[in-house]
Each structure stands twice: as structure tokens, then as C-alpha cells.
């Protein structure tokens, strides 16, 4: 994504998730970046930019997104806080 290597992050946790389809071990991660992105086209076809709560809202009503990924939102929701209302 183009962000240097020696940016600071935090670790937040580790998760376990798992459905009929998939079984994986996670780790979230977090960090500040206010530099331009470097994306390779070959990996990445769009990015958009949505608020935690609305993430979870478009999940909820059906759109399509790793399921993983939308129960490590969920954690952290938990556990940071992180919806506009």
C-alpha cells in the first residue's frame, strides 16, 4: 500500500473466526497514515472510504464482504468504540 515499514502500529488482538466455509487465526492492526497510497493494480480494483458504522451496515443489509474481516470489525467496535453514533 506504499506505507513505510517503519511507520508505528499498535497490535490490537488476535481473533478466531470461523463458519461452515472458512476457519482462520487473525490479527488487527492499527496506525496513522496521512500519505498517499500506492496500490498495485494487480490486487486492488477500488478503495472506498466508509466509517466503521457504515461497514457494518452495508454487511448487515446483504453487500458482500469477507466474513473474517466483518467479525474482526465487529471486535473492535467492541472493544475501541468506533461508530458515529
Known sequence: MGIPA????SHLFTFFYQDTRLRCWG?????VWDGPL???QTEVSEVV???????LERADAG????????AAARKYVDEKGGLDN
Open 6 to 9: 517503519n511507520t508505528p502500529m
Open 27 to 31: 490479527d488487527a492492526w492499527e496506525l
Open 38 to 40: 500506492s496500490l498495485q
Open 49 to 55: 472510504k466508509m466509517s466503521m458504522q457504515e461497514i
Open 63 to 70: 453487500e458482500s464482504f469477507t466474513p473474517d474481516s466483518i
